[in-house]
Nanobody, 126 residues
Framework: QVQVVESGGGLVQPGGSLRLSCAAS????????IGWFRQAPGKEREGVSCISTLGGRTKYGDSVKGRFTASRDNGKKTAFLQMNNLKPDDTAVYYC???????????????????WGQGTQVTVSS
């Protein structure tokens, strides 16, 4: 059974940093595309990043480009989202998702991902 668990969320001041982790079990992460999404209250789920299999391509949503960095460690079955220069608009529940289908990460859309974590809250506030 595939399980995905996010961690690392919390409260941070504007301009601060957080590093989210996504631990996967029940799979060999190498063959899976990894997506990060977020959802703020009253808003639709937004694609944050997508890492293709073998880390060949990483795509970011426009709102986080230059501030967030996604990475993966297949050996540890873990993905990471380093978030720098955080803004109040980054406040949301952040989700990690994985999928085994071939995916080029040309676009980041939730419907392409089968397995989801429960989410971790990130709050950016002074």
């Amino acid at each position: 059974q595939v399980q995905v668990v996010e961690s690392g969320g919390g409260l941070v001041q504007p301009g601060g940093s957080l590093r989210l982790s996504c631990a996967a079990s029940g799979i060999t992460l190498d063959g899976y595309v990894i997506g990060w999404f977020r959802q703020a209250p009253g808003k639709e789920r937004e694609g944050v990043s997508c890492i293709s299999t073998l880390g060949g391509r990483t795509k970011y949503g426009d709102s986080v480009k230059g501030r967030f960095t996604a990475s993966r460690d297949n050996g540890k079955k873990t993905a990471f989202l380093q978030m720098n220069n955080l803004k109040p608009d980054d406040t949301a529940v952040y989700y990690c998702a994985v999928d085994h289908s071939p995916h080029t990460c040309d676009i980041i859309q939730a419907g392409d991902f089968e397995h989801w974590g429960q989410g971790t809250q990130v709050t950016v506030s002074s």
